[in-house]
């Protein structure tokens, strides 16, 4: 079966097909929800494997279940002769079969919640859908991944947030900072099969930022953030701090990113995270490394690690790095991070990119029925946690709160000068032990 003999004619209206034309290299589309984003993403995939069959491309969607219910549904469901050609163990469309010598190449199917299933792919075409979802890491890898063949992407999506589809897509579009991008926007109600009765039952159902988000395609901050006291004026510039204390929190990963996240106290309390470590496929040996050179580079020895990971923990210790038993407690680490924000005494660096951009995705389950104890969604949350590992554990003045898994307190004492002590002293015991053993 030949690409014509498949095709089938499909009509798109107005900034879809200015969209769907455009010769740039990155084109992004946000747009509000059921306003023909995916029907377009799905079209111009198509088109991009029908006139580069011998290359490879990539359809790829932020999670698995978008990618298999939402992404590929709508794929095969406007191209259904192609599914015969979908091999699902490889996660890949083959098309040697589509030319005449045998010669096609792949079309590979990724989640991003994984960015090493992106790593290691050539590509001289991708289909991004939903990425607004995605994380910052999993686009630079979509786009390292064309850094050869000068190939395009397309994303299409939601703006679930003012995140890296923000800050490193809209704003440089807007500023004409960056050429190879084209940005389309266009809201829910443009879409000619979209009911209008809906779109007015809503507006006045949900909030004007939540309605102007879901369906007018506008960057608003997303709902139910657990950091809402992190504002952009605790985004800083570089700037020279003098230290009093430093120290890092570290969150381990492989498949999924790991973190070191470094933290500077300056001589009026206020705390600065000035570097950030955010990669996928490193290693404890590699990831310890790492915070080597942070130990070199800042004089500092205070690590706060994933406490649920003791053989990590052990090889950092052996490494000469000294590591504190972390406080694991999530709801108390996070109370203590917004009571910092809300101080307007932490700041972030805004090379951090990839923790300002988890801090301002990292959100409560909207879905979870009242009377339920509510937890953050867990995903993207690597750099968070390891910022919350650090400041739940650090002895920090003027905090205030109740230690529920570790050292018990009474509620409303300063943490730094209450039982704390007795804790970090053991601490340094327990540090001693192993240096000597």
Not at 197 to 202: I, P
């Amino acid at each position: 079966m030949t690409f014509e003999k498949g095709a089938k004619r499909v009509k798109l209206f107005g900034l879809q097909g200015e969209a769907f034309k455009s010769d740039k290299q990155f084109i992004i589309v946000v747009c509000g929800s059921q306003s023909g984003k995916t029907f377009l993403g799905s079209t111009w995939a198509y088109q991009q494997l029908a006139q580069m069959p011998t290359k490879n491309g990539l359809i790829s969607a932020p999670t698995y279940k978008i990618l298999q219910q939402s992404t590929l549904d709508k794929f095969f469901s406007m191209h259904p002769w192609m599914r015969q050609y979908y091999k699902e163990q490889k996660q890949e469309i083959d098309l040697r079969e589509l030319t005449p010598n045998k010669d096609g190449g792949k079309v590979f199917i990724r989640s991003a919640d994984q960015p090493l299933g992106i790593e290691g792919m050539t590509i001289d075409w991708g289909w991004l859908d939903e990425y607004g979802q995605a994380s910052r890491l999993a686009w630079t890898v979509c786009k390292t991944r064309t850094s050869t063949t000068g190939g395009r992407l397309m994303v299409t999506t939601t703006p679930y947030a003012l995140n890296w589809l923000y800050e490193d897509c809209y704003k440089p579009w807007k500023s004409g900072d960056d050429p190879r991008i084209d940005f389309y926007s266009w809201n829910s109600i443009t879409n000619p099969h979209f009911k209008k009765e809906h779109y007015e039952a809503e507006q006045k159902a949900l909030s004007k930022e939540e309605f102007g988000r879901r369906y007018e395609g506008q960057f608003t901050r997303m709902a139910g953030l657990v950091y809402q006291d992190f504002t952009p004026d605790l985004i800083s510039d570089w700037k020279k701090i003098e230290p009093v204390e430093a120290f890092a929190g570290v969150d381990f990963g492989y498949t999924h990113p790991a973190a070191v996240i470094v933290v500077l106290k300056d001589k009026d309390d206020h705390y600065w995270v000035t570097d950030e470590f955010y990669e996928s496929g490193k290693d404890i040996n590699e990831l310890r490394d790492v915070c080597q050179l942070y130990k070199k580079k800042y004089g500092f020895n205070i690590w706060y690690p994933d406490p649920s990971r003791p053989d990590s923990i052990l090889l950092m210790k052996r490494g000469g790095l000294a590591c504190r038993d972390s406080i694991r407690d999530v709801a108390f680490g996070i109370d203590r991070v917004r009571q910092l924000f809300r101080q307007k005494r932490l700041h972030i660096f805004k090379t951090c990119t990839n923790l300002i951009d988890e801090l301002e995705t990292y959100h409560y389950d909207e879905n979870v029925e009242k009377g339920i104890k509510e937890e953050p969604v867990k995903e993207k949350d690597d750099a968070c946690d390891a910022l919350r590992y650090a400041i739940a554990t650090h002895p920090i003045e003027g905090l205030k709160g109740e230690i529920v898994g570790g050292v018990q307190k009474q509620k409303g004492v300063s943490i730094h000068s209450f039982d704390i002590n007795k804790y970090y002293n053991e601490q340094d015991q327990d540090e001693d032990a192993w240096k000597h053993s």
